[in-house]
C-alpha cells in the first residue's frame, strides 16, 4: 500500500517521517507567530483602554501617542503578507506573452522588493 504522498501523486524526495518532522517544525514555528501577534493584541487593548482612562483624566494626544506599544510580530506579518503580494505580480509578470519572457528585469525587481520587504521586519 502506497503512503499518503503516493496516493496524491505528491513528488519528495525526503523519507515521509523528514516530511513530518518539517511540517511538525512549521506548525510549531506558525504557533510561535500567533501567540506573539495574540500578545501584541493583548497589549494594543489594554494601551487602547489606557488611552481612554488617560483622555478621560485630561491628556493631551501627544502624551498618548508616546505610549503606542512596539508591534514587531504584527509588522512583520504585514511584511510577509506585502511580499507575497509583490511575488504574485512578478510571477503575473513572468508569464511568457506570445512565448517571450518580455519583463524579466521588472521581475528581478519586484522579487528583490519582496525579498526586502521581508527583511524590514
Not at 496524491?8 to 506548525?27: F, G, H, V
Not at 510549531?28 to 478621560?56: F, P
Request: charged share 30%; hydrophobic share 40%.
Amino acid at each position: 500500500m502506497k503512503n499518503n504522498l503516493e496516493n496524491q501523486d505528491i513528488k519528495t524526495d525526503k523519507p515521509l517521517a523528514m516530511s513530518y518532522e518539517a511540517l511538525k517544525a512549521d506548525r510549531d514555528a506558525q504557533q510561535k507567530r500567533a501567540d506573539a501577534l495574540a500578545v501584541e493584541n493583548a497589549n494594543q487593548r489594554d494601551w487602547m483602554n489606557k488611552c481612554s482612562e488617560l483622555w478621560d483624566a485630561g491628556c493631551e494626544l501627544d502624551d498618548l501617542l508616546c505610549l503606542i506599544p512596539e508591534t514587531p510580530a504584527t509588522d512583520a506579518a504585514l511584511a510577509a503578507i506585502e511580499a507575497r503580494g509583490v511575488e504574485k505580480f512578478a510571477d503575473f509578470l513572468d508569464s511568457p506573452i506570445d512565448g517571450k519572457h518580455c519583463f524579466q528585469h521588472e521581475v528581478g525587481l519586484a522579487r528583490h522588493f519582496a525579498s526586502t520587504l521581508r527583511e524590514a521586519k
